[in-house]
């Protein structure tokens, strides 16, 4: 039986610490501030944002969200970036991927100021993490280790396994655990033999977008199971990328969706935030 890593719990408890930051530096008188840009009727990308605008106010951020229509132009987002890039209220922008079609992700997220980008995108942050020198934390990779420090979970020396490769999970993720000194293996969609790599994870992370995707089989007695997933099954609930019913009984701890990962990744972008306006206020980055 797997002790379950209650990513809520631990959330409310890193927020309640930057909630407290905020305070001290509101009596400063800066508030950090996030602005947050979404193009279009995506009805997930719109939950995320309405997470993302409550989560700033219950820590005390000023937060602008900008809802945008789906035939907005390159460039006038491109002028909504660089007005926000110049606002000293703002101390992040996020905008919310995947952008519509016509809008190319690489070309905005090279215009974000990277020391405004609190998602960690930019090509200058992202070279950062590679490097193991940064200020900015990937958010979703950034949250898995705080809830692998929180329950005691030390990747040094362990057999770590990232399933999937994104720039927004499975790269970064790698890297955290490299930094970490785990021994980490990537897998993707052109891996083979997946299940005998999963099977040697001590710490396994699923970021890859199918549903209950990793079944008990593929899972080492007492591994750690970490599942990034959210999506949603076909009756309408959400599920992640690991069939929790058949890893549970095999794990030593595991995340769950809803409720495991998720909170984390809004979590680290508030601390990315408060990050960015402390370094305004000239306060050194919590450690
Ligand atoms: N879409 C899904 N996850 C993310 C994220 O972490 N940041 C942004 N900007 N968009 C996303």
Redesign the pocket.
């Known amino acids: 039986m797997a002790q379950i890593i209650d990513g809520k719990k631990i959330a409310a408890k890193v927020r309640g610490e930057i909630a407290a930051e905020c305070a001290e530096l509101l009596k400063k008188g800066i508030q950090p501030g996030l602005a947050v840009i979404i193009v279009g009727d995506d009805p997930a990308?719109k939950v995320?944002v309405r997470n993302k605008k409550k989560a700033c106010e219950e820590v005390g951020f000023h937060s602008e969200v900008y809802e945008l229509p789906e035939a907005t132009t390159e460039d006038e987002l491109l002028a909504l970036v660089g007005r926000l890039n110049n606002d000293d209220r703002i101390h992040g922008i996020?905008?919310?991927?995947?952008l519509p079609r016509h809008l190319n992700d690489d070309i905005i997220i090279a215009n974000i100021d990277p020391k405004k980008d609190v998602?960690a995108?930019h090509p200058v942050n992202v070279g950062k993490i590679m490097i193991g020198n940064y200020d900015f934390l990937p958010?979703?990779p950034a949250g898995v280790m705080v809830m692998l420090k929180e329950c005691g979970i030390d990747p040094a020396g362990k057999e770590c396994v990232v399933v999937g490769r994104s720039n927004?999970v499975g790269k970064p993720q790698a890297m955290l655990l490299l930094h970490a000194n785990g021994t980490v293996t990537v897998c993707h969609s052109k891996t083979k033999n997946l299940a005998d790599v999963t099977r040697r994870a001590d710490i396994l992370v699923v970021a890859i977008g199918k549903a209950d995707f990793i079944t008990g089989d593929m899972v080492k007695d007492g591994a750690v199971v970490i599942d990034v997933g959210m999506n949603r099954r076909p009756d309408g609930k959400l599920t992640g990328d690991v069939d929790f019913a058949s890893v549970e009984p095999k794990a030593s701890f595991i995340t769950p969706v809803p409720g495991g990962v998720g909170p984390m990744?809004i979590t680290m972008l508030l601390q990315n935030t408060l990050t960015s306006a402390k370094r305004v206020a000239g306060t050194p980055p919590r450690a």
């Open positions: 990308s995320y996020l905008v919310q991927l995947p998602d995108f958010c979703t927004i990744t």
